[in-house]
């Protein structure tokens, strides 16, 4: 499963959650903007990269600290993703 931000959620159909498969975080990712091109719009640059803003976690741990992309996954895990948020006064 994959837990989409309130941020995301507009691309995903306003759904909090989506279910799609893969063996590994990147294969998630990949088939998560298959089907919701909209967040690969907004998560990927244009070479379909992960923008460095964006952070992946796999059951609460930071994904960068696992194996990244090539983390496996299983049918029990769930892979959060929050993009880098900024503000503030000026």
């Given at each position: 499963m994959v837990k989409i931000p309130p941020?995301?959620?507009?691309?995903?159909g306003g759904t909090p959650t989506v279910q799609v498969g893969g063996a590994t975080i990147g294969?998630?990712?990949?088939?998560?903007?298959?089907?919701?091109?909209?967040?690969?719009?907004?998560?990927?640059t244009p070479e379909g990269e992960l923008h460095k803003?964006?952070?992946?976690?796999?059951n609460d741990e930071?994904?960068?600290?696992l194996q990244w992309v090539d983390t496996p996954v299983g049918d029990d895990d769930t892979?959060?993703?929050l993009p880098?948020?900024?503000g503030g006064r000026a």
């Open positions: 941020v995301l959620r507009h691309a995903a294969e998630v990712l990949i088939a998560l903007c298959e089907a919701h091109p909209a967040i690969g719009a907004q998560i990927l803003f964006v952070n992946v976690y796999l930071d994904a960068r600290l892979l959060l993703i880098a948020m900024a």
